[in-house]
């Protein structure tokens, strides 16, 4: 064998050897990019999932805040609806006229003299324009003790206080009226809203 044959083979053995690294530089490569495709598409697919679980814990939370906005909106509607009830009531009060006034002035004066000795002297109040109807009130023989001290800013009704006891009794429209609103203001709410 000549020099130049073994030159050849080992030439030949190198680009041989040369092929099957390249050949096998090429096969890890396309391993080392088919993987790294993998892990991006894993990696891809994980992102996606989170960003749709914080889209959805989004729209959790604005739809919570928009309950609650909305729950708040009807309970000031249903506030300004009770309140606007209430003046209303309390408007009908003060209009009461008559004898059906007078009537009432005497239930609850009659009321509140309970809290008092027969002997004690009772000084009354009532609104500026019921003056005139207590003086006539306190005029009868069964209210001698009885006197009309001054005003007092209701709807109507009477204050009562007795001058030893110190005892002072509220019969006023006003507390009869909250007495009986925080009584029935779930019946009157149920009627409102129809509320079974």
Same mark, same amino acid.
């Given at each position: 064998?000549?020099?130049?044959?073994?030159?050849?083979?080992?030439?030949?053995e190198a680009r041989a050897r040369a092929e099957e690294i390249r050949q096998e530089g090429d096969a890890r490569a396309e391993e080392?990019?088919?993987?790294?495709?993998?892990?991006?598409?894993?990696?891809?697919?994980?992102?996606? %999932?989170?960003?749709? $679980?914080?889209?959805?814990?989004?729209?959790?939370?604005?739809?919570?805040?928009?309950?609650?906005?909305?729950?708040?909106?009807?309970?000031?509607?249903? %506030?300004d609806v009770l309140e606007d009830v209430r003046d209303r009531v309390e408007a009908a009060i003060a209009d009461i006229g008559g004898?059906? %006034?007078?009537?009432?002035?005497?239930?609850?004066?009659?009321?509140?003299?309970?809290?008092?000795?027969?002997?004690?002297?009772?000084?009354?109040?009532? $609104?500026?324009?019921?003056?005139?109807?207590?003086?006539?009130?306190?005029?009868?023989?069964?209210?001698?003790?009885?006197?009309?001290?001054?005003?007092?800013?209701?709807?109507?009704?009477?204050?009562?206080?007795?001058?030893?006891? %110190?005892?002072?009794?509220?019969?006023?429209?006003? /507390?009869?009226?909250? /007495?009986?609103?925080?009584?029935?203001?779930?019946?009157? /709410?149920?009627?409102?809203?129809?509320?079974?």
């Open positions: 064998m000549s020099l130049e044959t073994v030159v050849e083979d080992i030439r030949d080392i990019v088919a993987e790294a495709e993998a892990e991006a598409e894993r990696i891809r697919e994980q992102r996606e %999932r989170e960003v749709e $679980r914080e889209i959805e814990q989004e729209r959790e939370q604005t739809l919570s805040a928009a309950k609650l906005e909305a729950k708040q909106k009807r309970l000031e509607a249903r %506030r004898d059906r %006034r007078e009537e009432l002035t005497r239930v609850l004066l009659d009321d509140a003299a309970e809290e008092f000795d027969d002997d004690e002297t009772i000084e009354v109040y009532c $609104r500026p324009d019921d003056t005139d109807l207590v003086e006539t009130i306190l005029a009868d023989d069964d209210y001698a003790n009885f006197s009309h001290a001054g005003d007092y800013d209701c709807l109507g009704g009477v204050v009562v206080e007795g001058s030893s006891s %110190r005892v002072r009794v509220n019969n006023t429209f006003d /507390s009869v009226l909250e /007495s009986v609103w925080e009584e029935h203001l779930k019946e009157i /709410s149920a009627r409102l809203f129809d509320e079974a």
